[in-house]
């Protein structure tokens, strides 16, 4: 079966210090995969997907890049956090075509 | 650009109640839609998932239908539980690599 790793689950940086979230997936191979972000109360904005290794699609400008140096694993960073960056990070998989996605847990992002 | 509406953006029932949440959306050409479930702090867990060609979809005491015409879903809840408790999300896919517009949300309080 199919599982989605999301880590670290809660995490507070200051500002400007550097941030690297990482996702796996495992029991599929050449997922989509996506980062979304979640504002207190709200829906979730899509940041980032990616359909391949090394293919990046941007969906907001902003302070944070993606990437997927393998085929199961994608990595959501900056180089120096702001505190607009604080939410709930989800990153989730699905398979080209009419299927779901599936979440990973989350991560809670302060930055103070 | 799609649009994904959910309304009310809260609702409390007595526990036991059938209820009825929506989702709508403006651009119908859709490839499937997914309704989730997100307890506080935690990820998004799948509930139902509906193909275009599909009207409903049925897991326990959840229905979920689907009306492409008209731009709506509705997850139909039976016999509701304080376990019920929690936010419901719909998302809406539209293109085959997956990426797909979320809904803000319905949060329901069920009352024992």
């Known amino acids: 079966s199919q599982t989605i790793h999301q880590w670290p689950a809660t995490l507070v940086q200051p500002v400007g210090s550097p941030l690297s979230l990482e996702c796996t997936v495992e029991g599929t191979s050449n997922p989509n995969l996506y980062w979304y972000r979640q504002a207190a109360g709200r829906g979730l904005q899509l940041l980032f997907y990616?359909?391949?290794?090394?293919?990046i699609s941007s969906e907001v400008p902003q302070n944070l890049s993606a990437s997927r140096p393998q085929d199961r694993q994608f990595i959501l960073s900056s180089k120096k956090l702001l505190l607009s960056d604080s939410g709930f990070y989800l990153c989730?998989?699905?398979?080209?075509?009419?299927?779901?996605?599936?979440f990973g847990s989350g991560t809670r992002l302060t930055v103070v | 650009k799609q649009e994904v509406t959910q309304i009310p953006a809260a609702l409390s029932v007595p526990e036991g109640e059938n209820l009825v949440l929506n989702c709508s959306f403006t651009?119908?050409?859709?490839?499937?839609l997914q309704w989730f479930r997100q307890d506080p702090g935690k990820g998004l867990t799948s509930l139902l998932l509906i193909q275009s060609s599909q009207r409903e979809q049925t897991s326990g005491r959840l229905n979920a239908s689907l009306d492409k015409s008209s731009g709506r879903s509705t997850l139909y809840i039976a016999a509701s539980q304080p376990g019920d408790s929690a936010t419901y999300l719909c998302a809406v896919r539209q293109t085959n690599a997956g990426k797909s517009t979320f809904g803000d949300g319905t949060t329901l309080t069920v009352k024992p």
């Open positions: 990616s359909v391949g290794i090394g293919q």
């Open positions: 651009d119908s050409a859709i490839y499937n």
């Open positions: 989730a998989w699905s398979l080209t075509g009419a299927y779901g996605y599936t």
